[in-house]
């Protein structure tokens, strides 16, 4: 089976062949007008390079942050939104928390409608699903109206309590199709049935902000695959981690916001099963951004909502909530991109902008001035000025060393060499801070784990991270600046659910709650269906359960269908058992409530835990090496160090820092203090000797 991965990211695209085993890579400059030509360009090279023709290709797998990007530049479609009479200023308003309690000019995530661009509609519904106010024609006329001066592409529908009675917002869908077929029309009741009408709203604006350019991209790059000559299913690699048709991807397109991320935990979860490590770290660093995400019993966290567009120094609670099923990683604004500068308190700031691709750091030549992140690692020697993303980008030293003195010479005093040096480490006790965090707040030791580190940066700046959390052992896998690509070929079909639901547990009537979720189990099969007879399904159920009155509640897993007549004493002992878990304590006597319901359903097209079987590392006549200096940190100084040729490492070689090993799309740096060896398959395995 032939498959070809695509990654496109802030900077580069990352692509990957998988020709029954074999993997073939490539890394291309990220075309930002049109994303899909990096994409077909690249395709075409590896092809050839191959010897495949693109007629062969049996299936294209794809990830694009063109979500992502179109929210945070806010770059969308003109967008109206629709709510009830009256709660149209939610998206304003949020929740009263205040993310930075002590700033008084706080100012909160800007949504992405504007208030012209808002209508109250008269209707309502209650919390049960009654209706209170019906909706009547002149409510859709008053509606039309709006939407004929206003002139949208797309709208976004978000009525109250839309998640118990869906009849009203179907209602209007139906009216502004017939009306105004040219509007892209998102429903609440689709994209996130959950209460919780602010989250609901926000999700709902960010898909129908995206949808149309999303299923504008998807369909030209469709029809120059098949121009091309590739007539292989597209699959989209969604937020979760999973594979959706193209269908699904342009239906809710808001969950593609951590697609190319999702990818990196997929190849973490087969590292982690290459080499039986139950806790391992994922470190992603790649041109704009880098990303953690912790990996434990061989099952990536996960959680129902993320951020994006965080405003206030990324902090939590600083951008556009979104209900949608994500891999629960933290991602900082520190790649290779990322811009180095002084701040008003004369401290040394990396980030969040980048210099992107265009024009990209200054070492480029293509017209950037100002230093970043890739500036100073050549500065610093950790580069190789010819061998950059596999040679198709000589970096230019003077250039990056010009860059550096224009921003740091003045204020601070710092030769280039200091300049790189002091961004190299705040870039890094960044990214470390940023993976002690996330570990803290998951209640995890980050000490007891491994790292392992991909991306065009990962490898360039995992051992200092790793010497800063106090981290042992990093593996860097073979074509580890593609990570994501790679790793997308290690991800399943798969699709999640979750709905509000709220029910008593003492009240349940069991065959009522199994025509609910039977009627889950039809929708996500509406979605996972067409590829049932490739794969052995996967099913998760989880229960949304607390004791009453709680605020929060916990996931509880259980197994469907159930054949049982004690379905009350059955979920309170799974609740009691997983509250017990968590918390340490049950309430006995405490009414027991049921919020909704979790479904997943999913199809491996390959197998992680062998992804990496009959691998082997390439036999080599000799080991290609070639004299480079490292910065010492403590000497302030280069010393002298090695430079070997990935390629060239037969199993079982070993070395020791300062050393680089150089290959295509990354480098992997050898500190001082680090031993470095190579495995059998082709994994480099650091350990820190001192």
Known sequence: MIRLATDIGGTFTDL???????LLTGK??????????????????????????????????????????????????????????????????????????????????????PRPLRFGLRERIDVEGNVITALCDEALEDLAEFLASTRPQSLAVCLLHSYANAAHERAVARFVRERFPEISVSLSCDI?????????????????????????????????????GIDAPVLIVMSEGGLASIETACEAPVRLVESGPAGGASLAVSVAHAFGIDKLLSFDMGGTTAKVCIVDDFVPQYDAWFEVDRTYRFQKGSGLPLRIPVVDLVEIGAGGGSIGHVDAMGQIEVGPHSAGSEPGPAAYGFGGDRPTVTDANLVLGKLDPQRFAGGRIVLDQARAEAALAAVFAEPLGLEPAQAASALAEVVDENMANAARMHAIEQGKDISEYTMVAFGGG????????????????????????????????AAPIAYTIRRTSYLMLDDVEPHKVAAELDGIVAA?????????????????????????????HIEVPF???????????????????????????????????????????ALSLSDPATMWNGRRA????????????????AEADYVAADRFERETLDAGWRGAGPAYVTEEQTTTVVPAGFACETDERGFIHLRMST
């Open 16 to 22: 990957a062949l998988d020709r029954d085993g074999d």
């Open 192 to 228: 996130s049935p959950l209460a919780g009408e602010y989250e609901r709203a926000s999700t709902t604006c960010a898909n129908a902000y995206v949808r149309p350019i999303v299923v504008d991209y998807f369909v030209r790059m469709e029809k120059r695959l098949r121009a091309m």
């Open 524 to 552: 996500a099969s509406g979605h996972t269906g067409r590829f049932a007879a490739t794969a052995e399904p996967d099913i998760e159920w989880k229960a949304l359960m607390r004791y009453a009155g709680q605020g929060h």
């Open 28 to 113: 291309l400059l990220t075309t930002l007008d049109r994303p899909e030509e990096a994409v077909l360009d690249g395709a075409r090279d590896l092809l050839a390079r191959a010897g495949v023709a693109p007629g062969e290709v049996d299936l294209v797998i794809h990830g694009t942050t063109l979500a992502t990007n179109a929210i945070i530049e806010r770059k969308g479609a003109r967008t109206a939104f629709v709510s009830t009479s009256g709660f149209t200023d939610m998206i304003d308003i949020g929740h009263e928390n205040r993310f930075e309690q002590y700033d008084l000019m706080i100012t909160r995530p800007r949504p992405l409608v």
């Open 559 to 601: 197994e469907y269908p159930f054949a049982r007549d004690d379905f009350r004493t059955w979920m309170t002992d799974l609740f009691e058992a997983e509250y017990l878990r968590q918390f340490g304590r049950v309430l006995p006597h405490l009414p027991i409530e049921i919020v909704g319901w979790v479904h997943r359903n």
């Open 458 to 489: 990962g490898p360039l700046h995992a051992a200092r991270i790793a010497q800063k959390i106090g981290i042992g052992h990093v593996i860097v896998p073979p074509n580890a600046g593609v990570g994501s690509a790679v790793g997308f070929l």
């Open 618 to 633: 390439p036999s080599a006549k000799s080991v290609e090496t070639a004299p480079a200096r490292a910065y010492d940190l």
